[in-house]
């Protein structure tokens, strides 16, 4: 599967914003995705998972209540939906896919896009 992230930008802190993950090849429903970020000097971290039917998620709680992860398997892409944008939010996402049930961790996923910078100004 390929995975294409776009959507990426500029925010002002208390902002919202919504990246998408485009998945072509295999059906975006035959994996589970996930959304990792990577600020500068940082290593890759968890965001959000979601399961292949969209019916569980998972959250890192530093952005629990503020983020919110979805996916529409017909137009296999995947959503992440960012509101209440702190500036330690800035970092490149990447969204990612494996095979079988969402795991956190990076070296966990088989497949990745290439990222959308989100920075968020104080």
């Known amino acids: 599967v390929q995975l294409q992230a776009s959507g990426g930008g500029l925010v002002q802190a208390g902002g919202s914003l919504r990246v998408s993950c485009a998945a072509s090849?295999?059906?975006?429903?035959?994996?589970?995705m996930a959304w990792f970020r990577q600020a500068p000097g940082k290593e890759r971290e968890f965001v959000a998972a979601v399961s292949r039917s969209g019916g569980i998620t998972d959250y890192a709680d530093s952005v629990k209540g503020r983020f919110t992860i979805s996916r529409d398997n017909v137009k296999n892409t995947v959503y992440l939906e960012m509101n209440s944008l702190k500036p330690e939010d800035t970092a490149v996402y990447y969204c990612a896919a494996r095979n079988g049930m969402i795991l956190t961790h990076f070296n966990q996923y088989d497949y990745w896009g290439q990222g959308t910078q989100v920075t968020v100004s104080s």
């Open positions: 090849g295999r059906p975006s429903g035959s994996y589970a």
